[in-house]
């Protein structure tokens, strides 16, 4: 499996191509081909995280192709921890969506299939990519299927949510593809020659304005997909209107784009822009929790409901990074694979009663406990999982950022923790409001629980919040040294702030954890400090291409 | 330190794999329950539901004829597997059983097992049978790894987990919308403790990473406490205390628990009186180190003890519904044991924790059988001469009245008095006469509660009297056994000065170190004097009053005037926390999501794009079509270029 | 004097074309002229093909032309983008009931006009190409005799046209007088060996900014502007096509040669002026085209845009811009041929399907057509992978290089407004309903050159190498020669 990463990506499009090839009317067919075709990357991915050396901080399965020799820029893709888990997360829920598509779309069926399918190969994209030009082609490509579910898919208000995702997120990327463009050059200047990989560009040499104006570039770009408050605005409208497999797929893993962008771009190459920006980001991030919350307390919509919450979840993830610490940061990790599983599963289960009532009103709800018993427990099980209960996966993220957070800065640490109350605050109030109390609307009475289809989409995603928070460590293996590489590269700049916020043993903290780890694991390669780790990047082709 | 050093003597681990059966079992439980507890029917349910709590006493039975049987400072441990692990921290999957939690396993296996004997009756004709067992069985789970966790992230889960299902079996009638509003109200305000918990262990936590020994076990808390900076130990133990408020019904956050009393009666036994609200208790004594080295912490928790047992024993003088007398009793009792651990007696707390969890247990289940008896009538003002009907609670019930009340000889009496005793000889003189006050008052109203439920005239309507009757086998017999446990289990902690040898605080003192009274024997009696007559003075008085029946309150709120209304709205706190906490936040999140959102933000983004678009329409009428128009505009540009072009060209000759 | 006739050759072969042509016409019975179109399509095959084989030569006839590979790159663009047009013509003529046989050689002719300018390396000479290319279009713009509003755009064309000629002519024969030269090469010499008294540096200052605004009027850049959305919208919607991206490319293929080689000593002079064209220029094409219904009108400002983009390639002027602008140039005719392709092929005889909400539900009715329309716009945004992304990431990169930071800001964000409109049609196509007068099926001819188009769109983004590679080579041989 030379090229595992790029059949990985390539699957689902050229699945896209077959079905695309299968007249209108056989939607049985295209149906069941779509979900194989969606089964493979999820195939792919299981046989590539048999083969993932947790040990390495690295790359690994690199490939590397030419494709705009002029600019030095490649067709190169690989992953590391980081990246390996948000795939999983991507494959997962792919088909997930997939199966739920035949309850909620009932026009133009091919056509969401091959959005979907396409949606899948933007997203691997992004998350393999390794030659920042090439991550820029995925990122923004990304933007075209998703604003055509929004769209096509979409509910009464379509048109303006779709326009309005798509306008503001590319207000933010393309201020980026400026940066982009800039810091190659920078490096060009130094190094000869011009050059996107990302191994070439950790390290360039910026001054620190210049480094500042293109952290602040790719802070926008982040910050709006995230979405960071005060951002967010175009969420709730795109979640409304979004038809449920484009909710699912835009919060589940769309959304962590920006944070993954973060972590992987935002962060190695503009390590002390970002540190030196970590408070007013954090502070940000924290006013987004408890924002996100209070806002969702208010909405009458259950979707509007959830996508604020995801704007407070999210704002938990941001905390996490901004950390800098390992805590923070694996626990953001974390968060992101959690908020995918039981936000994704809450607006498939919002999607179960909109079939049925073509309403999302709270209000119209109420009492479906008796109605629906299974929809009642499964509900319960993934708020609890979106609340953070002990035991289940949301608890295991919330916690660690906020250790890693408190670590941070206690102030935004502790006004964070409250994020913790209100979201519980919020989840109850929606279900005591839809699920308890006496059936109060006669169209209520006749409904039926959950489907076998719908319950085979919500199965999964409950076992993983339950396998992800009964026993996490498989995930954090994965990751632990991708996050040590990724945390090496501003450990200069972190431990300089921490110093000065008079956190001095955690001061070297992320190095040190790393050394700790390659140690344990008896790797001789010495340990990881300085600007630009060099032996942290793999050389591609240069052994590190294959692994095993 | 000489907590440190008893700890330091606990070092003889004894390795085991059968701990994790205890919460396991009942949790087995609950996937039967839920996987075929419908399709199987009550029988099945109930006794599947009975037997893995037994399985659970048996196990806790042999953990705790381990370490009792074993040199003190004896622990069995069980580590299952590392839960989680990230950066310095890490938490594993372990469970430790050591005096104290040997003795809160065998309370909670022991007197859950009755409750859930209890609930075979009582539940009998509920539909969601499975559903309930299901529920108690989680709780039961959770308790334990709340009380066996040997870290405080996986106390946390148990932590949580009884919260949870706390929520679940408050609104466990979830069509009535107050029980459902009940049980999410119990859960958020358990969260605002949570957060105090979570952020109490994080400043601890980092502290010891700057220690170099970055853990939060039980073992590592307590041993390095005393080394830790006095901010952090003193804001990591305030924190946990609130948790523990939240948790242990105490000032500010015991508002949740009288409204808990929605759930069903049994529920109100297990969790709201012998189990789950003990957790803030156990908790601080299992961090005993910790809130030693912060001496100004353990001020605060027993101040926050005496006011919290002083406030709830004056509400419940006024309340009318029989189990909200009993919810407030709770929480004022429960205020005693923070005022013994406050005064450093962990000992004594733990004793009354445990004495309570039997006499209380008692009380909610007679009164659940009353109520059953009475089909679901609980006001008391409608109760009367019950005792004819109903012999049995009627006995047992009486006897958990005496032993709350502080009659010697029964359980109650040696708890209370070692908390009372400890509170004085460690120079809380008035959180000593809080308490003396306090018990007086519990005397009056519990007194109060048996005589207007069970002597004089019935007073309801004749039908529900003639279908009253006494409750089944099932659910006596845990009355029985728990009357029993009420009157006889003080007398592991007599003290030396009745001629005791005192074995429960020193059983437990490996566990939370040995309160000394330093008292002489003159003294620690005439306080137990003092004590005692308080009780008596109280009982008496109440039985004079409420002989003639419920008008008596009225001889009471006129004494009391604008005080009575009072204590019956409970100081409306409810009202209160609403006008000042709960409205504002809604009006404020509204307003946020109005204004910023709406307003702000998307006026901002719309804003640009309308003017945008505007300066777009502006510019299209630019293209009139006028062919002398756009004759000019060639012109406006050649001279614009002009001009820029020779100014650019001044501007850099003069340069 | 063989090298001279093999460099001129393309010109002659040409010439002697487009006067076979009119013959032909003549003869031709059908009054489709199919037979015509595709004679004038192998005479741009014959054109093209000359010339990349003679390529390479210096200049000839006194410096006046030379078949360099800047020449070769603008006679094959376009070329190809006449033939498209051809194409697009054959079936649209009907359509838009135009029954003219001369139609093809006037598009001939405007096709060497574009020659000359490219190969021109003396700027009379230029001129004349220029001044062969708008004759052409001036009539090819009003060729629809009974519409009023063609006339009307057409006249106005001309006589803007005729203004614009005039102030060129003006600042070449002033430039002359400073330099005592037309030729490109001894214009820059003279330049930058003399040193000027003030009074005679404004001059040239004034010679240079009369010549800016004559090739400024042919691209449409701001404020000279104004004629090409009525042009655009009154011409038959083959010829707007033609105008937009050929018409387009022999403007900055004149542009570019005078900037970056003649002008090149006053770049710093002219870098602040060209800087503010550039900027309002992308931003009043963006702004405007959001509130447009016509999709012709909107399609005319979005050409102001992309001249606006093309103008920061421009104002950087440095050989990697000048190839990037190549390049630009490109892609921007694919896509754009294109998307007057799918107009052409779904219009109509009194129909002619050029307002925004003719396309309504498009994607169900036509789902291909509707697709390469959707790739078009947006590779007009500058979506990647397509090839208006890699030009405008072309553009961008070499303005960086060259320091102009705050214009790719600028460039930027106004892809963003640019997107708005893009996509709104994409919107109107996906989103809405299809009317009940669904539209007739696609023109064949209009649907081959949509095709090919659109797989030139999707080329010119993902294997972009062979044409970048030789918009760079052509452009480092010229700052060279």
């Not at chain 2, 009998?124 to 992230?153: C, I, K, Q, S």
Request: hydrophobic share 55%.
């Amino acid at each position: 499996m030379r090229n595992a990463l790029s059949l990985l990506v390539f699957t689902p499009a050229l699945g896209a191509m077959l079905i695309a090839a299968i007249p209108t009317g056989a939607e049985v067919l295209m149906r069941r081909l779509a979900l194989a075709v969606s089964l493979v990357p999820l195939a792919i991915c299981v046989w590539i995280w048999s083969v993932f050396d947790v040990s390495r901080g690295d790359f690994q399965l690199v490939e590397r192709m030419g494709w705009l020799p002029q600019f030095g820029a490649s067709y190169m893709v690989g992953i590391d921890g980081i990246s390996l888990l948000l795939i999983a997360l991507t494959v997962v829920l792919t088909p997930i969506v997939l199966i739920a598509a035949a309850d909620s779309v009932h026009q133009r069926f091919k056509g969401y299939l091959l959005a979907m399918l396409m949606l899948e190969t933007t997203m691997l994209g992004t998350l393999v990519a390794i030659d920042l030009l090439l991550f820029y082609v995925f990122w923004e490509l990304m933007l075209v299927p998703m604003f055509l579910i929004i769209g096509v898919w979409g509910g009464e208000r379509r048109v303006y949510a779709s326009i309005k995702f798509l306008l503001f997120t590319m207000v933010g990327s393309l201020p980026m593809l400026a940066a982009i463009i800039y810091l190659a050059l920078q490096h060009a200047g130094a190094a000869g020659h011009l050059s996107f990989a990302l191994e070439d560009l950790y390290g360039t040499h910026l001054s620190p304005m210049a480094a500042q104006a293109c952290f602040l570039a790719f802070f926008l770009a982040f910050a709006v997909k995230v979405p960071m408050f005060p951002l967010h605005t175009w969420l709730p409208d795109a979640h409304v209107e979004a038809p449920t497999g484009g909710s699912v797929i835009l919060a589940g893993v769309l959304l962590k784009m920006g944070t993954y962008g973060f972590l992987r771009f935002a962060l190695p190459l503009f390590p002390d822009a970002m540190v030196a920006a970590s408070y007013w980001i954090g502070t940000l991030a924290v006013i987004g929790i408890v924002y996100g919350a209070l806002v969702a307390m208010v909405q009458p919509d259950m979707k509007k409901l959830v996508a604020y919450s995801s704007v407070s979840h999210l704002g938990f993830v941001m905390l996490g990074i901004v950390a800098l610490n390992t805590t923070g940061v694996e626990g953001a990790i974390y968060q992101m694979l959690n908020h995918g599983v039981s936000t994704g599963a809450l607006f498939l289960l919002v999607g179960v009663v909109y079939e049925r009532r073509h309403t999302r009103l709270i209000a119209e709800y109420g009492g479906l406990w008796k109605q629906m018993p299974i929809y009642a427990v499964c509900f319960l099980v993934i708020m609890l999982s979106s609340i953070g209960l002990p035991g289940l996966n949301g608890f295991v993220g919330e916690f660690l950022i906020l250790l890693g957070g408190f670590r941070f800065d206690r102030v935004l640490g502790a006004v964070a923790a409250s994020g913790v109350v209100l979201g519980a605050a919020y989840m109850l109030w929606m279900y005591q409001r839809v699920m308890f109390g006496p059936v109060t609307h006669e169209k209520n009475l006749t409904l039926t629980d959950m489907t076998r289809r719908e319950l085979a989409t919500m199965l999964p995603l409950i076992v993983l919040a339950l396998v992800m928070g009964v026993y996490p460590r498989p995930f954090f293996e994965v990751m632990h040294a991708s996050v040590a590489t990724t945390l090496a590269y501003a450990s200069k700049a972190t431990a300089a702030r921490d110093q000065a916020a008079g956190n001095p043993a955690v001061a070297h903290a992320p190095a040190a954890a790393s050394i700790r780890m390659r140690e344990a694991r008896g790797h001789a390669q010495p340990p990881v400090g300085g600007h630009a780790p060099a032996g942290a990047v793999a050389a591609p082709a240069a052994g590190h291409g294959e692994a095993h | 330190m000489h907590a440190a050093a008893t700890e330091a003597t606990a070092s003889l681990p004894i390795a085991v794999t059968y701990l994790r059966y205890i919460p396991l079992a009942p949790l087995v439980g609950v996937l039967f329950h839920i996987a075929l507890g419908y399709r199987l029917g009550r029988r099945a349910v109930g006794l599947v539901g009975c037997a893995a709590v037994a399985v659970s006493f048996a196990l806790a039975t042999k953990a705790f004829l381990t370490v009792a049987g074993s040199p003190a400072g004896t622990v069995v441990t069980d580590n299952v597997y590392q839960w989680l692990s990230s950066g310095e921290f890490s938490a594993n999957v372990a469970f430790t059983v050591d005096a104290l939690s040997s003795v809160m396993i065998m309370v909670v296996t022991g007197v859950g097992f009755l409750i859930h004997l209890y609930s075979v009756g009582y539940m009998a004709h509920d539909e969601d049978y499975a559903r309930f067992f299901a529920y108690l069985n989680l709780f039961t789970a959770a308790m334990l790894v709340l009380v066996l966790g040997d870290n405080l992230p996986l106390m946390f889960v148990g932590w949580e987990g009884v919260g949870l299902c706390s929520y679940l079996l408050i609104g466990f009638w979830y069509t009535d919308p107050e029980k459902a509003s009940a049980g999410k109200k119990a859960f958020l305000v358990n969260r605002i403790g949570d957060a105090g918990f979570v952020l109490g262990a994080f400043t601890i936590f980092w502290a010891l990473v700057d220690l170099g020994q970055g853990s939060l076990t039980f073992a590592t808390i307590n041993a390095r406490a005393a080394e830790l900076p006095a901010w952090a130990s003193l804001a990591g133990a305030l924190l946990l205390f609130v948790g523990a408020t939240g948790k242990s019904a105490q000032i500010p956050l015991y508002v949740w628990l009288p409204d808990a009393m929605a759930g069903p009666t049994p529920v109100s036994a297990l969790i709201h009186a012998a189990t789950m609200v003990t957790a803030g208790i156990y908790m601080v004594a299992r961090l005993h180190g910790l809130f030693e080295a912060a001496p100004f912490s353990l001020q605060v928790v027993g101040t926050v003890g005496a006011a919290t047992a002083l406030l709830a024993a004056t509400i419940g003088i006024a309340q009318t519904d029989i189990k909200k007398v009993l919810a407030y009793s709770t929480v004022s009792q429960l205020g005693y044991m923070f005022l013994a651990l406050g005064v450093g007696a962990f000992g004594a707390g733990i004793f009354h924790l445990m004495t309570h969890a039997f006499f209380k247990a008692l009380l909610f289940l007679g009164a659940g059988s009353v109520i059953h008896g009475l089909h679901e009538e609980q006001d008391i003002r409608r109760m009367g001469g019950v005792s004819q009907k109903m012999p049995i609670t009627h006995a047992t019930f009486a006897l958990g009245v005496l032993a709350i009340a502080g009659v010697p000889g029964l359980s109650g009496f040696f708890s209370k008095d070692e908390i009372l005793a400890s509170a004085y000889a460690s120079g809380h003189t008035w959180l000593w006469g809080c308490g003396v006050f306090g018990a007086s008052i519990t005397a009056f109203y519990m007194t109060r509660l048996y005589v207007l439920t069970f002597r004089g005239e019935f007073r309801g309507d004749h039908h529900e009297w003639e279908h009253a009757h006494e409750s089944p086998a099932t659910m006596t017999l845990p009355l029985i056994v728990l009357a029993a446990l009420a009157v006889v289990g003080g007398y592991v902690g007599v003290p030396a000065v009745l001629g005791g040898g005192n074995h429960f605080a020193e059983y437990l003192a490996p566990s939370v170190g040995h309160h000394q009274l330093g008292l002489d024997a003159g003294t620690e009696l005439m306080l137990m004097g003092i004590s005692v007559g308080a009780a008596l003075a109280g009982i008496g008085l109440a039985w004079t009053m409420y002989s003639r029946g419920p008008k008596a309150d009225r001889t009471l709120a006129n004494a009391l005037r604008g005080l009575y209304w009072q204590m019956r709205a409970a100081y409306n706190i409810d009202a209160v926390y609403d006008a000042l906490v709960v409205q504002p936040l809604m009006r404020a999140s509204y307003a946020l999501w109005r204004s910023v959102d709406m307003q702000f933000i998307d006026g901002v983004a719309n804003g640009t794009a309308t003017a945008i678009n505007s300066i777009g329409e502006g510019s299209r009428r630019w293209a009139t079509g006028n062919v002398q128009h756009y004759m000019l505009t060639v012109l406006a540009g050649v001279a614009a270029l002009v001009l820029a072009l020779t100014l650019g060209a001044l501007i850099g000759v003069a340069g | 004097m063989t090298q001279a006739i093999n460099s001129g050759l393309p010109l002659i072969v040409a010439c002697s074309w487009a006067l076979l042509l009119i013959v032909v016409e003549m003869f031709s019975r059908d009054r489709r002229f199919v037979g015509v179109a595709w004679t004038t399509v192998l005479g741009f095959a014959a054109t093209a093909a000359i010339s990349l084989h003679y390529s390479g030569d210096p200049a000839v006839y006194g410096n006046a032309l030379a078949l360099d590979g800047y020449a070769v790159y603008f006679n094959l663009l376009v070329c190809a983008l006449g033939a498209a047009a051809v194409l697009l013509s054959v079936e649209h003529l009907g359509d838009a009931g135009i029954v003219r046989g001369e139609y093809y050689s006037l598009m001939f002719f405007a096709v060497i006009g574009v020659v000359i300018m490219a190969a021109a390396t003396d700027l009379i000479v230029m001129f004349i190409g220029l001044e062969t290319m708008s004759m052409a279009v001036y009539v090819l713009a009003g060729i629809r005799k009974s519409d009023l509003r063609s006339n009307e755009a057409a006249l106005k064309y001309f006589l803007l046209g005729a203004l614009a000629s005039a102030l060129l002519l003006y600042g070449v024969a002033l430039l002359y007088t400073m330099t005592g030269s037309t030729v490109l090469a001894d214009v820059a010499k003279a330049l930058s060996s003399t040193n000027y008294a003030a009074s005679d540096h404004l001059v040239l200052l004034l010679a240079t900014g009369l010549i800016l605004i004559g090739f400024g009027f042919k691209i449409a850049a701001v404020p000279f502007h104004l004629w090409a959305p009525d042009v655009y919208e009154g011409a038959p919607t083959s010829v707007t096509a033609f105008m937009a991206t050929a018409v387009k490319a022999g403007g900055f293929a004149a542009l570019l040669r005078t900037m970056l080689e003649a002008l090149a000593p006053m770049r710093a002079e002219l870098a602040p002026v060209l800087w503010g064209a550039a900027a309002v220029t992308m931003t009043i094409g963006n702004v405007v085209a959001l509130r447009q219904t016509s999709l012709k009108r909107m399609l005319a400002y979005s050409s102001i845009a992309h001249t606006g983009y093309l103008l920061v390639g421009v104002t950087a002027g440095t050989a990697e811009a000048g190839s990037s602008v190549m390049f630009y140039l490109a892609a921007y005719g694919a896509m754009n041929i294109g998307a007057f392709g799918v107009m052409v092929a779904l219009a109509r005889r009194g129909r002619g399907c050029e307002n925004i909400s003719d396309f309504s539900g498009l994607a169900q009715t036509h789902p291909a057509l509707a697709s390469a329309m959707a790739l078009f716009l947006l590779s007009l945004t500058g979506i990647p992978p397509l090839g208006g992304f890699v030009g405008k990431f072309y553009v961008f990169t070499a303005a960086l290089h060259a320091g102009l930071v705050w214009l790719v800001v600028i460039a930027a964000l106004n892809s963003v407004i640019s997107a708005a409109y893009y996509l709104g049609v994409v919107r109107t196509m996906y989103f809405d309903k299809a009317p009940d007068d669904v539209l007739p099926s696609a023109r064949p001819y209009a649907a081959v050159v949509v095709a090919v188009a659109a797989v030139a769109t999707v080329l010119l983004g993902v294997a972009p190498s062979p044409v970048l590679g030789t918009a760079a080579r052509a452009f480092r041989l010229v700052l060279l020669g």
